[in-house]
């Protein structure tokens, strides 16, 4: 009952917005604080620091994924750590599926029990 209430609150909102945002009156008004606001220095004072930090952001990206200079004994030993990793991951993921399997054995014979 309440999410139909709030889907046609939304609704309504949306229609009485887009009307309003209709009005000539007030997409002339819209249009002459945006062109204002786009001149201003605040803006371009805005537009430069938003363009630094993401300048700043994507040097710190390529910089933590930037390839690290490693010996091959490096490479080697990252090589096999991942390998065995990989069958660590394998040999947890088969133990869950027993775990599983067992659960639900007990879960049959619990029910099998309670129905003596």
Not at 12 to 39: K, M, N
Not at 52 to 58: D, I, T, Y
Not at 85 to 105: F, G, I, K, M, P
């Amino acid at each position: 009952m309440a999410e139909n209430k709030d889907k046609n609150f939304k609704n309504s909102s949306a229609e009485f917005i887009t009307d309003l945002l209709r009005d000539p009156r007030v997409r002339r008004g819209l249009t002459e604080t945006l062109g204002q606001y786009l001149g201003s220095e605040e803006f371009k004072a805005e537009r430069e620091r938003i363009r630094r930090g993401a300048g700043e952001r994507l040097r710190n990206i390529r910089n933590r994924y930037r390839p690290k200079k490693r010996t091959p004994e490096t490479v080697a030993r990252e090589r096999e750590l991942t390998l065995r990793l990989a069958d660590v991951e394998t040999e947890a993921a088969e133990l869950r599926l027993r775990l599983s399997e067992l659960l639900q054995e007990e879960e049959r014979l619990r029910g099998a029990l309670e129905e003596l």
